[in-house]
């Protein structure tokens, strides 16, 4: 069964700062990856997705993520956070090969933003 | 293009009263998802329809919990009876071409007291 593991459960950057959210995943073979941001109150929002291809992905927002086959890893960098940044970041994986494909999600990271 | 609707988008209840949330996904998105997000966890899977039939309710506990999504558009989730545990906000997505344009709606928060 996959799985994702977010080490960290809260982050805190100041504004300007770089930032990066660590995330792990088990799968068999090569995963479809993805970034979510969630907002107090709201859905959640695409970020990120890789597929295939290129390892280092550009998304919304600035950020971008690499995906690691070696390490197992996917994970997600900003290099300027601003104060709007601040929420909930999810690193979810999804199986491919069509059929059951609903998202496994990591418990989250939390990020708050110094002034 | 409009989202994900859901609704109600609060509801309370007591403990072993039964509740029902509707979720009408984006058009022509044949694939739709409930998740179940706990208070400071991720979301996780209930279960996934492709138009109206299930494709995986593997995590839907099924003593209590059913959905259906009739005429492969709509979809509710019904929960009978509720217990403390319910309590999370209960999550819809559809998308076209399976997990990889995925869309998520507001959500419905449950609390169960």
């Known amino acids: 069964a996959q799985s994702v593991t977010q080490p960290d459960i809260h982050i805190t950057v100041s504004e300007g700062a770089s930032l990066e959210l660590r995330c792990n995943y088990s799968y068999g073979a090569t995963p479809y990856l993805f970034w979510y941001v969630q907002s107090p109150g709201q859905g959640l929002q695409l970020l990120l997705k890789?597929?295939?291809?290129?390892?280092l992905v550009q998304g919304i927002k600035g950020f971008e993520a690499e995906f690691k086959r070696s390490q197992s890893s996917f994970n997600l960098r900003k290099p300027s956070v601003h104060w709007s940044d601040a929420a909930e970041y999810f690193c979810a994986v999804g199986a491919r090969g069509g059929g059951a494909d609903g998202l496994t999600f990591g418990k989250g990271t939390h990020l708050i933003i110094q002034p | 293009e409009a989202g994900v609707a859901q609704s109600p988008r609060y509801k309370i209840i007591e403990k072993r009263q039964s509740v029902a949330f509707w979720c009408n996904p984006i058009?022509?998105?044949?694939?739709l998802y409930w998740y179940q997000q706990i208070l400071g966890q991720g979301p996780k899977l209930l279960i996934q329809?492709?138009?109206?039939?299930?494709?995986?309710d593997s995590q839907l506990p099924k003593d209590r919990f059913s959905a259906e999504r009739l005429k492969g558009v709509d979809s509710t989730l019904k929960i009978q009876p509720a217990k403390l545990e319910d309590s999370a906000v209960y999550l819809c997505?559809?998308?076209?071409?399976?997990?990889?344009?995925?869309?998520f709606g507001q959500g419905t928060r449950l609390t169960v007291v």
């Open positions: 997505a559809s998308s076209l071409t399976g997990p990889t344009e995925a869309f």
């Open positions: 329809f492709q138009n109206n039939g299930v494709v995986d």
């Open positions: 890789y597929f295939s291809g290129d390892t």
């Open positions: 058009s022509g998105h044949a694939t």
